[in-house]
């Protein structure tokens, strides 16, 4: 509930308006500095070019820019397609810990309603003895792959 408070008091107070405001300002402030250094980038990159076309000529120096940015733009997509597993797990891993959450909450949230129930106890005991026997049964059973493997 104090959260609640909180929140509605900041609202009241002008606090949410002024850390909006905040946050545009930085927002235009940085997105103009990424265009001032995008722009600083191309002055470089053409400066490189000149002093490049001097040096060995125009066409040369326009083929090796070409195939630099090239490479570079492969090389880029290669680290990408690389780190994509990584990714990818990282949000399996994020995935199943939320579903576990869920599940525990649910769980804890329903115990009280089965234990006053007719069944009580029994309710939740007799599917948690199921599944532990049947663990125990697929821990202790042989699969026919494994047999093969030993008759090799």
Do not use: H
């Not at 397609?81 to 579903?99: E, K, L, T």
């Not at 576990?100 to 129930?117: D, E, M, N, Q, Y």
């Amino acid at each position: 509930m104090g959260m609640l408070a909180s929140l509605i008091s900041g609202l009241a107070s002008g606090e949410t308006v002024a850390a909006m405001r905040r946050a545009r300002t930085a927002a235009i402030v940085y997105g103009l500095a990424a265009i001032a250094a995008l722009c600083g980038l191309g002055f470089l990159v053409g400066a490189a070019y000149i002093w490049a076309a001097t040096r060995y000529g125009s066409q040369v120096a326009a083929l090796s820019f070409g195939a630099g940015f090239l490479v570079l733009a492969g090389l880029i997509l290669l680290i990408y397609q690389i780190s994509a597993g990584a990714r990818a797990r990282r949000r399996a891993r994020r995935r199943n810990a939320d579903m576990k959450a869920i599940g525990i909450t649910a769980a804890l949230a329903v115990l009280p309603a089965l234990l006053k129930g007719k069944g009580g106890l029994g309710v939740i005991l007799g599917p948690a003895v199921a599944l532990a026997a049947y663990a125990i049964y697929r821990e202790n059973v042989k699969s026919d792959d494994s047999d093969e493997d030993e008759r090799k």
